[in-house]
Nanobody, 124 residues
């Protein structure tokens, strides 16, 4: 029972990627979904969350205005535009049984079902 992130790859600065997050063995309908990323030598950083009940969305300051999170019956997506070298990282998605706003949108303790991440490389 875990999530699988996909869609990463190599992109030039200023380019775009769309990441997907799919569940294996359960449905994500009742969960909020968070996207996190971790660059080498850095802490895992929460960057976006979409809530279970009302689909309200939250973004970290580092990605606000450039990234868009969405969800439908097939999965959860992260559209990433205007990518820079600072966005290079392994990206993960995870579930939370609470609304994104509860206890802070990126509080690590409330997230479960972490799966393997997907690598995003930004380079010319």
């Amino acid at each position: 029972v875990q999530l699988q992130a996909s869609g990463g790859g190599l992109v030039q600065p200023g380019g775009s990627l769309r990441l997907s997050c799919a569940a294996s063995g359960f449905t994500t309908r009742s969960y909020s979904i968070g996207w996190f990323r971790q660059a080498p030598g850095k802490e895992r950083e929460g960057i976006s969350c979409i809530s279970n009940s009302d689909r309200s969305t939250f973004y970290s300051d580092s990605v606000k205005g450039r990234f868009t999170i969405s969800r439908d019956s097939a999965g959860i997506y992260l559209q990433m535009n205007s990518l820079t070298s600072e966005d290079a990282a392994v990206y993960y998605c995870a579930t939370a049984p609470y609304h994104c706003s509860a206890y802070g949108p990126f509080s690590r303790w409330k997230y479960r079902s972490w799966g393997q991440g997907t690598q995003v490389t930004v380079s010319s």
